[in-house]
Every structure is written in C-alpha cells, then in structure tokens.
C-alpha cells in the first residue's frame, strides 16, 4: 500500500478488488503489531490476535465491497463468534457465510466496527504484546481499538497532503503529540503560537518568537530585530500541543533547584526552511532544557510512546548526553527502563555501532542502546548528514525500534525493531522531558551536561506510532525544505 496517509486515516476504506489483489495487513496504532490468524492455521474458528508483522498470508486483509474482512487468500472471513453482539466476544475466521456477524466496517478514525453488533476490534486490555487477543469491545476511541493499512515495506517519500504537519499525522494515526517543540516551524497546520522566547543581555527583556503565519515557518526577521546591537539566548522553547509541556533552560527559575545548566545563544547558526529564515537551537556543552511533564499527556510507566526529532550530524560530540524525550521527573540516574528518549551523538557505550558516527541510539537510562542488548547491530549506520531525522518508538514492554534518516530527501531506515534490552521490561517512564542532556543533569553535585547537538523540531507521542505513520511524518519534514 502507497497511497498517503492521510487518505489511508482520514477516509473510510471500502475495497472491491480480489482478495488476492487487495488484501493488506492492519496494524494496531497502540503497538505497531499486525492482526494476525493465530497459527498461520486456515483453520475455521482459529482466533485472532496481535503478532510481529511478517508479510505472510494470515496478516494479510480484504474488506470487500460486501463488507467481509476476507483473510488466509480470501479462503476465511473474520467472524464475530457465533454471532454474539457482547462485549469480549472472541474473533475467529470461519467459512464465508454472507451472514450478518461477517460484515464490518473500517473508519475515518481507524476503528473497525461489526455491523451487526456496533462493537470495536478491540487488542483485549489495551495490551501492546504480541499474542494479545483481538475481542469486540464497546468503542472507547483508545488506540488499541484503532488499525491502519501500513505496508510492511517501506514506501517511498511521498509528500503528505492538505498541508498537514508532523503532529497533524500524528493525530490522524491515533498517536498524538503530547509534546511538539521547534525553533523553526509550526508542527501542526493550524497552530499560530509563539515557537520560542529569546533574551537579549542589553536589558534582559524577553521577546515571544512566532510564526509568520498560521502553519508556517518561524519569523526570524523578529528576533533579528529584537537583538539588533546585542546578543540574545533562547530561553523556552514553547509546547506547540496545548499541553503546556514547554521546555525551559536548566538554570533558570521555571526549573528550580538546577544550576549547571545556561540557555543557548540564539544567533549561533541561522538556515532556511520553506524559503525564509529561521535560527536553530544551538546546544554546546552546559546547555539544557527540561521540563517536569508528568500528569500533562507524557506517557509514563510501560505505557507506549514514539518521538521524533530533526537534528544535525555536522555539530556532534561523544559528550553524554544530545537527548530528546522522557526524562525522569527528579533529574537523577534513578533505574533502567527510567527514561525513553532519542540520542543522537558519536557516544557508543554498548557496541553495535558502525563508522564514526553520528548514530541514532536509544537512551533508556543506565544506558544508551544501538539497538538491544546486541554487541554488533548490522542494522547500525552513521548519519553525518546536515539535516537528520532521528526516531524512536517503546511499547513499553517488550519491544522499541529506532529510524534515521536524511531530513532534506529519501526515506527512513529502520536500523532496530526489536526486543528491549534486558532488564528493560516493563519501562518505568517517568513522563518529564528533556532536551540537549542526559537525565540526571543539571542539579547541584549531580550530573553536567557534556553534549554539542543541534535541535530544528521535535515531537513526543502517546503510542506505538505505525510505520505508515513514521513514513509520512518524513514526507512531511522533507517537504519542510530545510537548506
């Protein structure tokens, strides 16, 4: 399947081709898994469940123009199991009957509905592990309840449609941003906010640095105006998703008890994005952003999460730790399994690596993960590109996968999806966030921030994003046009 995913989610989906020529996986927005005729078995009340996508025939789905959600090559049809309407009714595939309890429905919204009962394909207990059963359930709008046509390939780079950004997909895959930061852009169409605050040293004012207009891109020419004659710091980057997740430097009084930390400059390196100008934020060693978001939508504990950043691979070092993402809520080295957070940096402690670096590692707290626990991840490749898109998504309990990609064309390269290390599962996500450090900067007689990175935007989800999902929002920064 290659069409946008905006059309994939945004419209219902009614297929009248064959079986043979239509059918596509549907994988669960809560954990990125397939759904999945237990077994493999074309076996007439086989039940269905959640399982790692694989391509293979029982993964594969057909609504038909009459409705039947068709599997196994068309032979079976999914079926509400003898015909019960309850909530927890078991799906099975049996023979095709034309019968009413063989009739679905796939949403605007991701749901998929049984015509006769109204009930939701529901991943029994919103649990994310494969095996998990698939039931019908009263819809309830969670993401275990939502499904989308991702490939199990990689389609190419094709530019989202209706102008939606980053956590505009995000949104339309079940996943949505709880946190969206940038110095550059809006990540949703319609925002219109302010994207930074900067402080010039002449007077110590503060001036609020927005977009030029509603979904566009930063209006540098006001910050050049405010710190004409002076120099400027960026001192808070603002939450672009309502939640209020904004991220202040670590020193200053919205983070209290921290004091190793100062705000970037914020003239140190200016581009273009969409044909106008725009100032990135510039990290160097000493310089930190945090925020303490637990209780405003950062997923917290096992539950799933994906985040994405756009960085640089020309303004790196080995110093721990260029982080982005969920962070402990008491700055300290607390417990594996503590923090899930993108790091981008020429730091690997584990092996796995190849080249010199950049890589794009996962920092789940006592440790920075190339992928698993792997002493060589062949999957592992170095990005020293200009522009870099940066992924990485946790279940929570048992598996996480990290992207990269080149931010100014192509696609993404998945570089792990697999099992978490050990020791990892379940996660013990404490829902803060941090930016351009590790997690247990910058409070007195603790950790130092020792990292240099570059931060263009950035975004933390709640769920296991799709790949279809991780596929537009890279069609969405490219278009972006960074230069």
Known sequence: MTALLATLLATALTWSAPASAAAAPLVSTASGRCLDVKGNVDTPGSTLEIWDCNGQANQAFDLTSAGELRTLGGTRCVDASGGRTAPGTPVIIWTCNGQANQQWRHNADGTVTGVQSGLCLDVDGAATAAGTAVVLWTCNGQSN????????TTPPT??????SHSCDIYAAGGTPCVAAHSTVRALYSSYGGSL??????????????GVLTAGGYADAAAQDAFCAGTSCVITVVYDQSGHGNDLWYQGSAQVPGSSQSSPAKATSESLTAGGTKAYSLYINPGNSYWRDGHL?????GSAPEGAYMVTSGTHVNSGCCFDYGNSETDRKADAAGAMDAINFGTECWFGGCSGSGPWVQADLEWGLYSGGSQSWNPGQRAFPSTFVTAM??????????????????GSLTTLWDGALPSGYSPMKKQGAIVLGSGGDCCKPGGGANLSAGTFYEGAVVAGYPSDATDNAVQADIVAAGYR
């Open 145 to 152: 309840q939502k499904w989308s046509t991702a490939s199990t």
């Open 196 to 209: 930074y605050q900067v402080r010039r040293s002449s007077d110590n004012t503060t001036r609020d640095i």
């Open 296 to 300: 405003t939508g950062v997923p917290t």
């Open 392 to 409: 990485l998504k946790n279940n929570g309990t048992s598996r996480f996968a990290l992207k990269g990609g080149d931010a100014q064309s």
């Open 158 to 163: 094709t530019p989202p449609a209706g102008g």
